[in-house]
Nanobody
Framework: QLQASGGGLVQPGGSLRLSCAASGFTFDDYAIGWFRQAPGKEREGVSCISGSGGSTYYVGSLEGRFTISRDNAQNTVFLQMNSLKPEDTAVYYC???????????????????????WGQGTQVTVSS
């Protein structure tokens, strides 16, 4: 089970830290991905972190503003989001990938169907 939290309303330029708490499985056996879905748009990839936390990936346009990390002792993955823009407004989801490593294929890494278990999502709204 995955539960995402930490969303909210923030002004442009602000920051939020999302959390994804896991239970019911061996946490570090799975890479975790963050996705987001804006109204009327398809779900899109944001970031992925390997089971050990040693490898991280970002959709190109988000790298530098977003940072993914994990605390395996706490069974939690984090997404630190800085310099937020209105176009970051979306529901953010975390999901398990089918293995310890994020896919080496960029296409597969950002394909939601490649992920198995999903949290319920947390709303992020960036607006003045």
């Amino acid at each position: 089970q995955l539960q995402a939290s930490g969303g909210g309303l923030v002004q442009p330029g602000g920051s939020l830290r999302l959390s994804c708490a896991a239970s019911g499985f061996t946490f570090d056996d799975y890479a975790i991905g963050w996705f987001r879905q804006a109204p009327g748009k398809e779900r899109e990839g944001v970031s992925c972190i390997s089971g050990s936390g040693g490898s991280t990936y970002y959709v190109g346009s988000l790298e530098g503003r977003f940072t993914i990390s994990r605390d395996n002792a706490q069974n939690t993955v984090f997404l630190q989001m800085n310099s937020l823009k209105p176009e970051d407004t979306a529901v953010y989801y975390c999901a398990t990938y089918g293995g310890r490593l994020c896919s080496t294929s960029m296409r597969n890494r950002w394909t939601p169907a490649r992920y198995d278990y999903w949290g319920q999502g947390t709303q992020v709204t960036v607006s003045s």
